[in-house]
């Protein structure tokens, strides 16, 4: 079953000035529906505003009339838009979608056709169409746009066009995706991604969207810390870009995440690349407001930067029984420390304040860095923030209790995280802050590419 769904104009159903049929009739006799449904205006009660109840009365009278029963129009129904103000597009949507979810539940309508006449009604109207068959109200509408007869009077199919809103999808979906990689929430730019390589009707739009979709698939792997498979989805991808000769910038970039993922994918231990992107994993999560779980990224940093420092000793942290240096062996056994399971933090910070006091001292007094974020972390030596950082780790949801974590507690751990990672690994601070899975390496080139 066919229905034209349309607003009302003032040139509805016939224009006083030219006396030809509007923008309803004309789509009506192109279209053939079963069903019309009009939404005309009601007068304002203060009469500030003239309603288009009366033409569309007259239109529905026209469209009873057994030329367009003919046609095959069956009935035709009035649903009145009560407006203030007829070119509030908020209150237009809001009517328009409340009445669209009346008629569309219907038993009647729920597997119609839809077509949509956008040249009837104000401006705002019209929009207010595109927003709602765009956002998904209208599913697989079509829409038309009616044009004025010329001088040379052309035929109702010339006059009556179909308007491709799949632009409109286009554009939303990408915003979205920009959207979802400023937060490095890669799946969900992964789906957005998907849906833009399907809707589109640009081959070479196609084209680059499959790279980034196969891109994002990677990105999402790295992001669940799965660095084998983000490695070899990496890998393939860098082969697809490499045919796109305009996507230097992003190969350059895949190249350089290809060179990282590897060495993430062989890491056994804490190292550079590792502690690294434990940073930028929590600087993400903090992004998308998962303050708890970027605490305790931040935590495992500090953890990891302890158990960096032992193995330089020649302490396993993992395996304290199978440490290299035997007075380290021998004072971890006269503390009673269990041999067999990895070094309680406490235990790691004991060993390293007894041999390695020096590094332990400066590491605990150097004042916290600044990050670039939003949010102020104040002035506090390593050794105070830790000790606020972990109490708030382990009583917090992710660890040991139920307590949640805010966004300023959470930027002080990313602050202390990015400490010390700086100090266990001098002279580095650039290369942590230039890393090629950074959030905003990959923002500024992934969108730099659409």
């Known amino acids: 079953m066919k229905v034209l769904l349309s607003c009302v104009g003032r040139n509805d159903p016939v224009s006083e000035e030219t006396n030809e049929e509007g923008a309803i009739l004309t789509s009506v006799r192109k279209l053939r529906p079963d069903y019309v ?21 007259m239109a529905q009278e026209f469209l009873c009339d057994p030329e367009f029963k003919e046609i095959g ?17 908020r209150e237009i949507l809001r009517q328009l979608r409340d009445h669209i979810d009346r008629i569309l539940r219907g038993e009647d309508f ?39 007869p010329s001088l040379t009077q052309r035929t109702i199919d010339e006059r009556v066009s179909g308007v491709d809103i799949s632009f409109l999808e286009e554009d939303l979906l990408i915003e979205g995706f920009r959207r979802d990689i ?22 070479d739009r196609k084209a680059l969207f499959e790279v980034l979709t196969e891109l994002m698939e990677a990105y999402a792997s790295w992001d669940r810390l799965d660095y084998v498979k983000a490695r070899d989805r990496i890998g393939k991808t860098l082969r697809t870009i490499q045919r796109f000769p305009n996507l230097s910038s992003l190969r350059s970039l895949v190249q350089e995440q290809l060179q990282v993922a590897g060495s993430l994918a062989a890491a056994t231990t804490e190292d550079f690349f590792i502690l690294t992107d434990i940073y930028h994993n929590a600087v993400r999560k903090f992004n998308r407001a998962a303050y708890a779980d970027s605490t305790a990224r931040s935590w495992r940093l500090v953890e990891g930067v302890y158990y960096y420092r032992l193995r330089q000793l020649g302490v396993d942290p993992f395996e304290p029984g199978n440490s290299r240096d035997e007075q380290v062996l021998e004072f971890m056994k006269e503390r009673r420390y269990r041999l067999d399971r990895p070094l309680l933090f406490y235990e790691a910070q004991d060993v390293l304040h007894n041999f390695d006091k020096d590094w332990l001292f400066s590491l605990r007094n150097t004042q916290l860095g600044e990050i670039q974020l939003d949010v102020p972390v104040g002035k506090s030596s390593v050794n105070n923030a830790m000790c606020k950082i972990r ?29 010390c990672l700086c100090y266990a690994f001098k ?6 802050e230039q890393y090629p899975f950074s959030y905003h390496k990959v923002y500024e080139t992934v969108t730099g590419v659409i």
């Open 37 to 57: 449904i009009l939404f005309p205006t009601q007068e304002h009660p203060a009469g500030v505003w003239s309603s288009t109840w009366d033409n569309a009365k």
């Open 73 to 89: 129009v069956k009935n035709c129904t009035l649903y009145p838009l009560c407006l203030e103000d007829p070119r509030d597009y």
């Open 110 to 148: 729920r597997l119609s056709e839809i077509f949509v006449n956008l040249s009837s009604g104000t401006p705002q109207m019209e929009a207010c169409w595109l927003v709602l068959g765009n956002a998904g109200y209208l599913p697989n509408a079509r829409f038309y746009q009616v044009a004025r």
């Open 182 to 203: 400023e937060l490095g929430a890669y799946e969900l730019a992964e789906r957005n991604m998907r849906k833009l390589a399907k809707i589109t009707t640009y081959l």
């Open 391 to 419: 109490e708030i780790r382990n009583k917090s949801i992710v660890a040991h209790g139920t307590a949640s974590v805010d966004h300023r507690q959470a930027a002080v751990s990313l602050a202390l995280a990015k400490t």
């Open 427 to 432: 002279g580095k601070k650039q290369e942590i």
